[in-house]
C-alpha cells in the first residue's frame, strides 16, 4: 500500500489537505491494549491525564511521564468498553511503551497490556471534504461524531472488516482516523482514493503530516517532547491533571512545575531575518545561548518561515527579539503566538 505520493511533493500535498483532502497511510503508529478489571486504575497511575473522564467511544489525548516529569511518550487513549483502553502511540516508541507499562503494573493479573500493533491499519482521512467523502461509503451517520469520539464497528462498501472510525487527526483540519484489521488495508485505501476522487482527494506522505501539525500547533515526540522536556514546558498542562487523586509518576515534578512554572518553555518563532530554523538550531538573546529550535520550516499556508523553540522561561515571551545561528551566521526572529494555524 505505502505511501502513493505524489510528484508533486510536500507543499502540494500540504495545500490539498488544507482545502480538500488527504489521505495518509499512519499504520506505523503502534497500538497497546490494556485490558482487565483493574485497567482503570492502572492507567490513572501511568497517565497525565483523569482516564476516569473517559467513557465508552470517547478518545483522550494523555502523556506517560518519568520520575523527572519528562516524556516517556505522547498518545491517544480509547475507551473501547469498560476495562479496555487502546492506546496508539508513536512508532518510535512503541517497544518502550511495552516495557514502560509492563514494569509498572502492580495489579499483577488484573491488567493484560498486549502489543497488537500487527492487527492494525491505521488510515487518516484529513482536510474540510473528508465527512463528504467517507460518509459515501458507510451507512453509519459520521456527522454525530464529536471530536475525540469515535464509532465501532462501521461498516464501509465492499469492505469485509469492521472498523473504528474516530474524529482525530494531526492536521489542524476536520477528519477521520479509521483503523481496520491488516488484511483490509488496501481495500480501504482504494476505495476512499475512487471515493473521493471528485472532491480532489489525493495520498499526502509523512513530509506533508509534519508541516501540517507544525503549523497547527502539535507537538511531534523526539523534537517538543522527549525524556527530558516536560508536558508543562511543551504547553500541554491541559492534559495533565494532578489534581485527579491518584498518585501518578512524575506528578510530584509536574505539580512544581504548574505551581511555580516551568524551567523552559516551547514557543512559536517568526523568522525576521531569511532563514529556515532547523532542529537543533541554538537560540540566542545577545551572547546567551537561551534555547534551541524543536521544529522548523517554511510554513505552506502562511508562507513564513516559523519553528518552535524550547527556551528559557524567563525571556519566553510574546514579541522577544532572538537571534537564531544558522549556520555561521545569527539571523533575527521573534516570539510570537502560537498555533501558527488555525481553521
Known amino acids: 500500500m505505502g505511501h502513493a505520493c505524489s510528484i508533486k511533493g510536500i507543499k502540494h500535498e500540504h495545500h490539498v489537505t488544507r482545502t480538500k483532502a488527504g489521505l495518509f497511510d499512519v499504520s506505523h503508529m503502534g497500538e497497546i491494549a490494556v485490558t482487565g478489571p483493574r485497567s482503570l486504575d492502572f492507567l490513572q497511575t ?47 516508541n512503541t517497544e518502550k511503551d511495552f516495557a514502560w507499562l509492563n514494569k509498572h503494573n502492580t495489579f499483577g493479573d488484573d491488567v493484560k497490556i498486549s502489543d497488537v500493533s500487527k492487527h492494525y491499519v491505521l488510515l487518516a482521512l484529513q482536510g474540510p471534504k473528508s465527512e463528504e467523502i467517507l460518509q459515501a461509503l458507510t451507512n453509519t451517520t459520521l456527522h454525530d461524531i464529536p471530536l475525540f469520539s469515535f ?22 483540519e476536520d477528519g477521520f482516523e479509521i483503523y481496520i484489521d491488516t488484511s483490509y488495508g488496501r481495500d480501504l485505501w482504494n476505495i476512499i482514493l475512487d471515493a473521493g476522487e471528485s472532491f480532489g482527494v489525493e495520498p499526502a ?118 537571534f537564531v545561528q544558522v549556520r555561521k551566521r545569527l539571523l533575527k526572529a521573534v516570539i510570537v503566538k502560537t498555533p501558527f494555524y488555525k481553521k
Open 151 to 172: 464509532k465501532y464497528p462501521v461498516q464501509f462498501n465492499d469492505v469485509e472488516a469492521e472498523a473504528l472510525v474516530s474524529r482525530t487527526g494531526y492536521t489542524g
Open 205 to 322: 506522505g509523512l513530509g506533508a503530516r509534519d508541516t501540517l501539525r507544525f503549523e497547527a500547533g502539535l507537538p511531534l515526540y523526539g523534537q517538543e517532547l522527549d525524556e527530558s522536556i516536560s508536558p508543562i514546558e511543551a504547553g500541554l498542562s491541559f492534559a495533565v491533571k494532578v489534581n485527579k487523586g491518584v498518585d501518578f509518576i512524575g506528578k510530584e515534578k509536574l505539580q512544581e512545575q504548574i505551581e511555580n512554572g516551568p524551567p523552559r518553555k516551547i514557543v512559536g518563532l517568526e523568522m525576521v531575518d531569511k532563514g529556515i530554523p532547523r532542529n537543533g538550531y541554538k537560540v540566542f538573546i545577545g551572547d546567551e545561548e537561551v534555547g534551541h529550535i524543536t521544529s522548523g520550516t517554511h510554513a505552506p499556508t502562511l508562507k513564513k518561515n516559523i519553528g518552535n523553540a524550547l527556551l528559557k522561561a524567563n525571556i519566553a515571551n510574546i514579541s522577544q527579539e532572538v
Open 46 to 92: 501511568v497517565v497525565t491525564n483523569d482516564v476516569s473522564k473517559l467513557t465508552p467511544n470517547k478518545a483522550q489525548y494523555t502523556c506517560m511521564c518519568n520520575e523527572r516529569g519528562g516524556t516517556i511518550d505522547d498518545f491517544l487513549m480509547y475507551m473501547m468498553e469498560d476495562d479496555y483502553y487502546l492506546l496508539v502511540v508513536n512508532a518510535a
